[in-house]
Each structure stands twice: as C-alpha cells, then as structure tokens.
C-alpha cells in the first residue's frame, strides 16, 4: 500500500506560481511512476502531469505544457508540481497519483490516490 498526502496548494492571483508536493508513505515510491491530476467543479478529472519511475522521462497535457513542470526526489519519496504562469483556468482540486503502467494519461490506471489539494487562481 503507497499512501500520498499533497501539500502546497492555496489561493493566488492570475500569472502567479505555487509548487505543490506529494509525499509518499513508503520506499517502493521508487517503483511507481507519478503523476498530477486535477478536477474542477462539475467537470471529470484531467490528466496534468506524469514522470517515469526514474524520472528521465516527462509528460504533460497541453494546456499547461511551458507552464508546469513536474520532478521527483527519490531520496525524500516526493513528488513536485511548480505551476507557473497561473491562469483561472487552472483552479481545481489537484490530485497526485501512482501508476505502475506507462499510459500515464489513463485515470483508471492508477492505483494509488492522495486526498487532493485545493488551488485556486483568481482573476
């Protein structure tokens, strides 16, 4: 079992940054590749942001790619998301998730969830 607990989210205005962390419980974080999600109100959950188990690979969707920029440090078990450039648009509630698959845009294939963290962008 991989628990995750993000942190880092909050309220702030249009073209301004936060970073968000996702702590994972256990050493076999290295065995996961990661990935950010995020939901806003009445809508499904989006894929934002994923890297590879080793962290050499990256992906991102298009609305935030240049903007968002997703790392790993193995040594703490944490995953980061810096968002840069935020726009209205971006307000959601971000998800941090493990997968043990490569197709790391497919909500379904992931297994572990953290409880999400608000952000909110103002206009």
């Known amino acids: 079992q991989v628990q995750l607990v993000e942190s880092g989210g909050g309220l702030v205005q249009t073209g301004g940054s936060l970073r968000l962390s996702c702590a994972a419980s256990r050493r076999t974080f290295s065995n996961y590749a990661m990935g950010w999600f995020r939901q806003a109100p009445g809508k499904e959950r989006e894929f934002v942001a994923a890297?590879?188990?080793?962290?050499?690979?990256?992906y991102y969707a298009d609305s935030v790619k240049g903007r968002f920029t997703i790392s790993r440090d193995s040594a703490k078990n944490t995953v980061y998301l810096q968002m840069n450039s935020l726009k209205p648009e971006d307000t959601a509630i971000y998800y941090c998730?493990?997968?043990?698959?490569?197709?790391?845009?497919?909500?379904?294939?992931?297994?572990?969830w953290g409880q999400g963290t608000q952000v909110t962008v103002s206009s």
């Open positions: 998730a493990a997968t043990s698959y490569s197709a790391y845009e497919e909500v379904r294939l992931y297994s572990y």
């Open positions: 890297i590879s188990v080793i962290g050499g690979s990256t």
